[in-house]
């Protein structure tokens, strides 16, 4: 009954979102992932297969900038300020730590995730099990876009405080230094200039300098997101 009682609490009313059980049950599960540092972990479990027998099952017991950034916006959205500010603190921590050289993803206490490896277990039918995600060796330039759209959220909200300010403006300069050079992308593949990563990027630039317009950050991002944005006009644009 208490843990009831501690759940139902803890879970807003959500009223005014299309589908407001629905929505309680997702916000439900994602504050369950959530841990006491703010950060939300992608699954509770390791190695469950993607498809039988087709070696597409990996550990994913690890904190995503991007899914951290994408619940923030969401629960921003659905006026969740829980959620948001884990979501705005542990990716701020994560800037103001690691800066241009900011992870794709981190363990659940904010540290670099361990080398992938096999277990010898006989995991679940029809996988095998691991430990660990090769995201850690990947640059994904599209985190820092997803980061300054977590952060215009907050800032429309009211929740952006001046170390979450730090973080965007090590955001920014991390795109300014580094959006030319090849990455993953979200798909995690071979490292290319990825049309994808370059509009989130011009996305979250353009959001910060919407939500904020006499910030002292605002016209640098506009001006650099005019500039990704031509970029990519100029060399991702099929001819017809």
Same mark, same amino acid.
């Given at each position: 009954?208490?843990? =009831?009682?501690?759940?139902?609490?803890?879970?807003?009313?959500?009223?005014?979102?299309?589908? $407001?059980?629905?929505?309680?049950?997702? *916000?439900?599960?994602?504050?369950? +992932?959530?841990?006491? !540092?703010? #950060?939300?972990?992608?699954?509770?479990?390791?190695?469950?297969? =993607?498809?039988?027998?087709?070696? @597409?099952?990996?550990? *994913?017991?690890?904190?995503?900038?991007?899914?951290?950034?994408?619940?923030?916006?969401?629960?921003?959205?659905?006026?969740?300020?829980?959620?948001?500010?884990?979501?705005?603190?542990?990716?701020?921590? @994560?800037?103001?730590?690691? !800066?241009? @050289?900011?992870? $794709?993803? *981190?363990?659940?206490? #904010? !540290?670099?995730? $361990?080398?992938?490896? =096999?277990?010898?277990?006989?995991?679940?039918? %029809? %996988?095998?099990?691991?430990?660990?995600?090769?995201?850690?060796?990947?640059?994904?330039?599209?985190?820092? #876009?997803?980061?300054? +759209?977590?952060?215009?959220?907050?800032? @429309?909200? %009211?929740?952006?405080? !001046?170390?979450?300010?730090?973080?965007?403006? /090590?955001?920014?300069?991390?795109?300014?230094? &580094?959006?030319?050079?090849?990455?993953?992308?979200?798909?995690?593949?071979? $490292? &290319?200039?990825?049309?994808?990563? &370059? /509009?989130?990027?011009?996305?979250?630039?353009?959001?910060?300098?919407?939500?904020?317009?006499?910030?002292?950050?605002?016209?640098?991002?506009?001006? +650099?997101?005019?500039?990704?944005?031509? =970029?990519?006009?100029?060399?991702?644009?099929?001819?017809?």
């Amino acid at each position: 009954a208490a843990t =009831e009682r501690a759940w139902r609490a803890s879970v807003p009313p959500l009223e005014r979102t299309v589908a $407001p059980g629905d929505a309680r049950r997702a *916000y439900a599960v994602l504050r369950g +992932l959530t841990t006491h !540092g703010g #950060g939300l972990i992608a699954a509770a479990t390791t190695s469950l297969p =993607e498809r039988a027998e087709a070696g @597409r099952n990996y550990d *994913y017991r690890y904190v995503w900038i991007r899914d951290q950034s994408y619940t923030g916006q969401a629960a921003a959205a659905a006026q969740a300020p829980e959620l948001l500010d884990a979501a705005v603190r542990f990716v701020g921590e @994560r800037l103001l730590s690691d !800066g241009p @050289r900011l992870a $794709p993803a *981190y363990t659940l206490h #904010g !540290g670099p995730v $361990p080398e992938q490896h =096999e277990l010898d277990l006989p995991g679940y039918p %029809g %996988g095998s099990s691991r430990t660990g995600n090769h995201v850690r060796k990947q640059f994904q330039l599209d985190c820092f #876009g997803e980061a300054l +759209l977590l952060f215009a959220a907050a800032e @429309r909200a %009211g929740r952006l405080d !001046g170390e979450g300010w730090k973080a965007a403006d /090590l955001a920014v300069r991390a795109v300014a230094d &580094r959006w030319r050079e090849p990455d993953a992308g979200v798909w995690e593949l071979e $490292p &290319r200039q990825w049309t994808h990563s &370059r /509009l989130t990027c011009v996305a979250g630039l353009r959001a910060l300098a919407g939500a904020a317009p006499r910030h002292p950050l605002a016209d640098p991002c506009a001006h +650099l997101a005019d500039t990704l944005f031509a =970029e990519v006009c100029a060399s991702a644009v099929h001819p017809d």
